[in-house]
């Protein structure tokens, strides 16, 4: 049974940064792909991006040259460094573990309880 637990939210102004850490466990984190999500009030939840067993990263255009994704596969975490927030960064950040093909789906049986980020302007 996989399980995830975010952590690092909080308020931000504007142009400010945040890092969200995931903790995983469950699951040798360094032989998967992990990947970061938010959901913004009265929105569905979107892939921000996702980090590849080999390291590689990709990034949803909306937050590419301002997030970056990272990994301590010793400390079974990932990481969101958020840099230059927006006011539409605001939302619950949630992480998960599976294939590409089913990061980049977002169809997962189980969430961790996610991160609130707020971006005041």
């Known amino acids: 049974q996989v399980q995830l637990v975010e952590s690092g939210g909080g308020v931000v102004q504007a142009g400010g940064s945040l890092r969200l850490s995931c903790t995983v466990s469950g699951i040798i984190l360094s032989i998967t792909t992990a990947g970061w999500y938010r959901q913004a009030p009265g929105k569905d939840r979107e892939l921000v991006g996702y980090?590849?067993?080999?390291?590689?990263?990709d990034y949803a255009e909306s937050v590419k040259g301002r997030f970056t994704i990272s990994r301590d596969n010793a400390a079974n975490t990932v990481y969101l460094q958020m840099n230059s927030l927006k006011p539409d960064d605001t939302g619950v950040y949630y992480c998960?573990?599976?294939?590409?093909?089913?990061?980049?789906?977002?169809?997962?049986?189980?969430w961790g309880q996610g991160t609130h980020v707020a971006v005041s302007s």
């Open positions: 998960n573990v599976g294939s590409v093909g089913t990061i980049k789906s977002g169809n997962f049986r189980s």
């Open positions: 980090i590849r067993s080999s390291g590689s990263t």
